[in-house]
């Protein structure tokens, strides 16, 4: 039986692993696992190895669909208590054209204390911390009420259903009483919802004709612009926010260090943006069809039906021009009374010098997923730099405290029931 740490010990603890966090993160960093074709095996792989031998630890490798593979490891505190997850997801933005990064996309290499590398803050660093997290439990906390589960998906940055979505729906063990998901964001802040979203493909279809006969013609790539700049108009929707989530959001608007206005100001409202356009073959030819590809995202307060029918009544007007929403995705919330939300809270607190809140998150993560099926889920994870572009690179300085705030959020969640 190990002798029992508390707060201030179990962070020194955590601090001191420093080095051997920045090595785990190296390890994975430096493994290709870019979506697509989000090929995990290689990732998982080592992640099982830097758990293996633990004491009451049992790794699992499930591949969903080739070449997605996912780790669950469990870890049994051998006390009656409740199931806490620890989720990350092993797969990359694409790395993209390697002559723009100054410091290799797998190197992992560390300059002025940044590690670099496609994957580094999202979120290969965070999975080191959960892994350490993991291991310091399983090393020197043993016995502890409940269970801890560790869940490494692919496929997230297609949106989950390979991963961490298949997770759910066929592996028991990884449903707990409450999630922590270390994607990326700060620190600082405990992120309790994210915004829903609809994915459009919008097909205009016109009649070819000579460019210098217009009059013969009908030009689709006119048709879809004008269907665009309707739908730009659902960004001007007024949206009332749940009096729960607006008074977070609220609070961290005026905190010091929070999201930049630009960043507050999408988080309470719809967004449209279109990120694929193609149509026409010949500059001197009238298109007859042109594609185009939407990500709207919706606020809470706000349900993909209500966006759906928003859609329908914007491209009333366009017959000529056929959508089909292909995913959906609601908004989803957990309450800051929630227990992991308060434990997380309160464990940056612990760790932490500077000041630390509750928000909303801009961009997706697979804790939507989780939240979909019932379980009270935050994001928690490190500063991202260069997300998804050259040189993406996390501060090596936040690894280690990142880790000392997952040790204590787990004790305080384990230890509340």
């Known amino acids: 039986m190990n002798t029992p740490l508390d707060d201030d010990g179990l962070i020194a603890l955590a601090l001191g692993r420093h080095e051997e966090i ?21 990732v998982a792989k080592v992640a099982a190895s830097a758990l293996a031998d633990l ?8 591949e969903s669909e080739a070449p997605v593979m996912n780790l669950v490891a469990r870890l049994d505190g051998g006390l009656p208590g409740r ?5 990350g997801h092993l797969d ?4 993209g054209d390697p002559a723009g990064w100054k410091h290799g996309p ?11 590398g496609r994957g580094s803050a999202d979120m ?3 999975i080191a911390a959960l892994i350490e997290t993991v291991r310091i439990y399983a090393t020197h906390l043993r016995p502890f009420p409940g269970e801890i589960i560790l869940t490494l998906a692919g496929d997230e940055e297609r949106m989950g259903e390979l991963g961490t979505q298949w997770l759910i729906d066929n592996v028991p063990a990884v449903k707990g009483d409450g999630v922590i998901v270390a994607d990326v964001g700060s620190p600082s802040s405990v992120r309790l919802g994210e915004k829903g979203m609809i994915w459009l493909n919008l097909v205009a279809t016109g009649r070819q004709a000579h460019g210098a006969h217009v009059y013969a013609g009908a030009n689709a790539i006119d048709r879809l612009t004008d269907a665009l700049t309707e739908l730009r108009k659902l960004e001007n929707i007024s949206i009332i926010t749940p009096p729960d989530a607006a008074t977070v959001i609220d609070a961290a ?19 449209v943006n279109t990120g694929t356009i193609s149509g026409g073959v010949s500059s001197n030819l009238v298109p007859d069809e042109a594609r185009a590809g939407l990500d709207i995202r919706i606020p809470l307060g706000m349900s993909t039906t209500d966006l759906n029918a928003r859609i329908a009544d914007c491209l009333d007007g366009h017959p000529d021009v056929r959508w089909t929403a292909v995913r959906r995705y609601e908004p989803t919330w957990t309450s800051a009374d929630a227990d992991i939300s308060k434990a997380c809270l309160s464990a940056a607190s612990r760790v932490l010098s500077g000041q630390v809140w509750s928000d909303m998150r801009i961009g997706g993560s697979d804790a939507r997923l989780w939240r979909r099926a019932g379980f009270d889920t935050v994001v928690l994870g490190l500063t991202p ?11 090596i300085d936040e690894l280690a405290p990142l880790t000392a705030i997952y040790c204590i959020a787990a004790r305080r969640f384990l230890d509340a029931e």
């Open 55 to 62: 004491p009451g630890v049992t790794v699992e490798l499930y």
């Open 92 to 95: 990359t933005y694409p790395i």
């Open 22 to 42: 920045i090595a785990t993160t190296c390890d994975l960093v430096q493994l290709d696992s870019q979506t697509p074709p989000s090929d995990t095996h290689a």
């Open 106 to 116: 797998l190197s992992a290499k560390i300059v002025d204390g940044r590690l670099y």
């Open 124 to 126: 290969k660093g965070g």
């Open 83 to 87: 199931r806490l997850v620890l989720n």
């Open 385 to 395: 730099y260069g997300l998804g572009g050259p040189d993406e690179n996390l501060m």
């Open 253 to 271: 608007s005026r905190i010091a260090g929070a999201d930049a206005p630009s960043a507050r100001d999408v988080m309470t409202r719809v967004t």
